[in-house]
């Protein structure tokens, strides 16, 4: 995790860098008449650089957030690894390794674009959501801030059906969203609108029913969708006790702000998926805390 860090900020400040002397080199310091509050050497350093800085290292951030954990860590890594290779063989003179390593950073963006597709996109769908977004909601994505819901939420119905499908050894999969509908999951199951009630989330949940595999959506405590297709987590590093179930949970919670549930139909235990992190073994007290801090827009500690 050091290590990972690490790499993160000598991104800032190699990104950091090189905008000072961009914007160094074309004057772009005075001529736009920026605040100046310092100088490094040849460099002038004003407020927009030191909002510039901020911002990418901001970026960097939420992207490595996206990537942790992945297999796309090691790629970003030794990418990282080959560029900085490339500068120095430069700086060094070598120019039969530099024309060499140069014929590979001309296609740098086109090769990263192509290894980092799957990160883009959730990214992407990170930035956009499912829905249009206004200027402050957008700010508050990257801030990592939760919008806070207005309408509540009735807990007892969710939990009450996991406790009857853990007793049970019942495998079942809840999204529970208090800022999205969540439209383009929807689509992928069976639409339905519903108020939540512990009758209808156990027949669901049926091993008879058509509806019971995939995952039951619950917007504004109503239950929207069922039989809904999940994205499922990248990760390497889970314990090969958790199944789809607990894979789909964390991947719908790494690219979407929900609170996903599993029952888990091996062990029956409860387990909760949120921003990317899942807790097992749950008891029904800590079930209800849960969704309770969700729906009320806590942020998860």
Same mark, same amino acid.
């Given at each position: 995790m050091c290590?990972?860090?690490?790499?993160c #900020?000598?991104? +800032?400040?190699?990104?950091g860098?090189?905008?000072?002397k961009l914007?160094?080199?074309?004057?772009?310091?005075?001529a736009?008449?920026l605040i100046?509050?310092?100088?490094i050497?040849?460099?002038d350093?004003g407020?927009?650089?030191?909002i510039?800085v901020?911002?990418v290292?901001?970026?960097l951030?939420?992207?490595?957030?996206?990537?942790e954990? +992945?297999?796309?860590v090691?790629?970003f890594?030794g990418f990282?690894?080959?560029?900085?290779?490339?500068?120095?063989?430069r700086s060094?003179g070598m120019?039969?390794?530099?024309?060499i390593l $140069?014929k590979?950073?001309?296609v740098?963006?086109?090769?990263a674009?192509?290894?980092?597709?799957?990160?883009i996109?959730?990214f992407?769908?990170w930035i956009? $959501?499912?829905?249009?977004?206004? %200027?402050?909601?957008l700010i508050g994505?990257?801030?990592g801030?939760k919008n806070?819901n207005?309408?509540?939420?009735e807990t007892t119905s969710?939990?009450?059906?996991?406790?009857?499908?853990? %007793?049970?050894?019942?495998?079942?999969?809840?999204?529970?969203?208090?800022e999205d509908?969540?439209k383009?999951?929807? !689509?992928?199951g069976?639409?339905i609108?519903?108020?939540?009630?512990k009758?209808?989330l156990?027949a669901i949940f049926?091993h008879q029913s058509p509806l019971?595999d995939?995952g039951?959506i619950?917007?504004n405590?109503r239950?929207?969708? #069922?039989?809904?297709?999940?994205?499922?987590? !990248?990760?390497?590093d889970l +314990?090969?006790?958790?199944?789809l179930?607990?894979?789909?949970?964390?991947g719908?919670? !790494?690219v979407t702000n929900?609170l996903v549930l599993?029952v +888990? !139909?091996?062990?029956?235990?409860?387990?909760?998926?949120?921003?990317?992190l899942?807790?097992?073994?749950l008891?029904?007290?800590e079930?209800?805390a849960a969704i309770n801090d969700y729906?009320?827009g806590?942020?998860?500690?």
């Open positions: 290590c990972s860090g690490a790499v #900020a000598c991104c +800032s400040l190699l990104a860098y090189s905008l000072l914007l160094h080199a074309t004057n772009l310091l005075t736009t008449g100046l509050l310092f100088g050497g040849f460099l350093v407020l927009g650089d030191i510039d901020l911002l290292s901001l970026l951030y939420r992207v490595y957030k996206l990537i954990g +992945s297999m796309a090691k790629v890594i990282l690894l080959l560029s900085l290779t490339h500068l120095i063989v060094a120019e039969l390794l530099s024309a $140069g590979f950073m001309e740098g963006v086109l090769a674009i192509i290894l980092f597709q799957q990160e996109r959730k992407l769908f956009g $959501g499912t829905t249009t977004l206004n %200027g402050s909601e994505r990257l801030l801030k806070v207005k309408t509540g939420g969710i939990v009450e059906a996991a406790k009857a499908l853990a %007793g049970s050894n019942t495998g079942a999969l809840i999204v529970l969203s208090n509908d969540l383009f999951y929807q !689509e992928s069976d639409r609108d519903a108020v939540v009630s009758r209808l156990l049926n019971h995939g039951v619950i917007y405590n239950i929207v969708a #069922a039989r809904s297709i999940l994205p499922v987590t !990248e990760r390497q +314990s090969p006790q958790f199944g179930r607990h894979r789909a949970a964390i719908m919670t !790494e929900t599993v +888990s !139909e091996e062990t029956g235990q409860i387990s909760v998926a949120r921003n990317g899942l807790v097992s073994n008891s029904i007290q079930t209800r729906l009320q806590r942020r998860k500690s």
